[in-house]
């Protein structure tokens, strides 16, 4: 069965600073996707990021990366230079293929941002 | 491009009473799915539809809950009757056709707040 885990209930910084939300997760699958998305207090979950497991290079837009990680079974998110913005939770969630495209979500992690 | 649409966003109702919830996916999207999430978790799938077809509702309560798209565009995810168990946000998402075994980006609702006194 598949699992993700989001070991970081929440996380406070300080505007400007770096922080990273990790994500580990469990599939007997070889084939496989995970998502970073993000859910501001509005409740709507809005899509960063799909990685599938054959490409490990990171990625980086903007102020985001991300490290792929298959040795440790770990996806993980940078916010650099964070913002007040940035305050949501942030979910990562794994695709098995073959499962109908059904997303298995992490318990999140709360970030904020303060001033 | 509109997003995808729930009704009623937030919904207070009695133990024991129906309660209704609508969704219109992206134009497009033959894929839809209701989620629903409890406070503090993430969203846990309750059924897929593939156009008019539920193809995956192992995780739907169907002793109280049901669900249908008739026309495989907007759906209606029903429960009768409620528990206060079911408090929890209610989402809706859809995708765009799946090709091969590529995952689908999923785009999300607001989603319908419940909370059953």
């Known amino acids: 069965a598949q699992k993700v885990t989001q070991a970081q209930t929440e996380i406070s910084v300080v505007e400007k600073e770096d922080v990273t939300l990790d994500c580990v997760y469990e599939t007997r699958d070889t084939t496989y996707y995970l998502f970073w998305y993000k859910q501001p207090p509005s409740g709507e979950l809005v899509f960063l990021i799909r990685r599938n497991s054959f490409d490990e290079q990171n990625e980086i837009s903007g102020r985001y990366s991300w490290n792929f990680q298959k040795s440790t079974s770990s996806f993980n998110f940078t916010i650099t230079a964070s913002q007040v913005v940035d305050s949501a939770v942030y979910f990562c969630?794994?695709?098995?293929?073959?499962?109908?495209?059904?997303?298995?979500f992490g318990t999140g992690t709360q970030l904020k941002v303060e001033l | 491009e509109a997003g995808v649409v729930q009704s009623p966003r937030y919904k207070i109702i009695e133990k024991k009473q129906p309660v209704a919830f609508w969704c219109n996916p992206i134009s497009g999207h033959n894929t839809l799915y209701w989620y629903r999430q409890n406070l503090g978790q993430g969203p846990e799938l309750l059924i897929r539809y593939e156009n008019e077809e539920a193809v995956d509702d192992s995780q739907l309560p169907k002793d109280r809950f049901s669900a249908e798209r008739l026309k495989g565009v907007d759906s209606t995810l029903k429960i009768q009757p409620a528990e206060l168990g079911d408090s929890a946000v209610y989402l809706c998402a859809s995708s765009p056709p799946i090709i091969g075994l590529a995952a689908a980006e999923q785009f999300f609702g607001p989603g319908t707040r419940l909370t059953v006194l």
């Open positions: 969630a794994l695709s098995e293929t073959g499962g109908g495209n059904k997303l298995t």
